[in-house]
């Protein structure tokens, strides 16, 4: 699977647009880019997922240039709930002859201040 | 509410004790996922399994075991528990598909002392 890296942490302030960009240099080309999101003593959620140029649901958008090897996740107008941890996954749940593997790194702490 | 629940919520355990950690899932998702998450290591996924009987080692596998019976079910065994596997274990389920997403029990805390 790609490895990715994304920073360690970032602060913003309520009503902020936050842009967490994610580095997947070695992406292949069967895979998808899926963020998920975490708070203190919860399991992830899942956000967000795309494969190439823009995707925009109700909480995020996610961008994705044309040779893939980066994304950035967008979060319009953040408030204090949106603290959490951010992770980025970079890989297909369907890996031909080698089974489903979703593997996590160790995401992008934000931290959102009035 | 349809999901993943996981059990014991926390559980104190001793050393050398045997300890099964339980998920059942009710969405019918073929793909299931054991992860212990430790602070300054993210998640880091134990076991895994894509279908009912069968399953697969992820990247800490060792001291721990898994069996997929049904394709609700998904146990981990830690068969002589040591201090190391204090963590907090996430059970997590989803479709076979591509981009399919993950969904994520609510964790279990475990203590090995």
């Known amino acids: 699977l790609a490895k990715t890296t994304q920073p360690i942490s970032m602060d913003s302030y309520e009503g902020q647009e936050v842009n967490i960009t994610c580095s997947h240099n070695n992406i292949a080309t069967n895979d998808y880019i899926t963020w998920y999101q975490q708070f203190p003593s919860q399991g992830p959620r899942f956000i967000i997922q795309?494969?190439?140029t823009k995707v925009t649901n109700e909480v995020a958008s996610l961008f994705i240039p044309a040779d893939r090897k980066s994304s950035t996740l967008s979060l319009p107008r953040v408030s204090l709930s949106d603290t959490a941890v951010y992770y980025c996954l970079v890989g297909d749940l369907i890996l031909t002859g080698g089974g489903n593997k979703l593997t996590f790194g160790t995401g992008t702490q934000l931290k959102v201040e009035l | 509410i349809a999901g993943i629940t996981q059990a014991p919520t926390s559980q104190i355990l001793a050393a050398g004790r045997r300890m099964t950690l339980r998920c059942t899932q009710d969405m019918r998702h073929n793909a299931m996922y054991w992860y212990r998450q430790d602070l300054g290591l993210g998640l880091r996924l134990i076991h895994y399994s894509n279908t009912a009987g069968t399953t697969g080692k992820g990247e800490v596998p060792d001291g721990y075991s898994v069996s997929r019976a049904n394709t609700d079910d998904f146990p981990l065994t830690l068969a002589s528990a040591v201090p190391s596997q204090t963590s907090v274990y996430f059970c997590?389920?989803?479709?076979?598909?591509?981009?399919?997403?993950?969904?994520f029990g609510q964790g279990t805390r475990l203590t090995v002392v």
């Open positions: 997590a389920s989803s479709d076979s598909g591509r981009g399919s997403e993950a969904f």
């Open positions: 795309g494969y190439k």
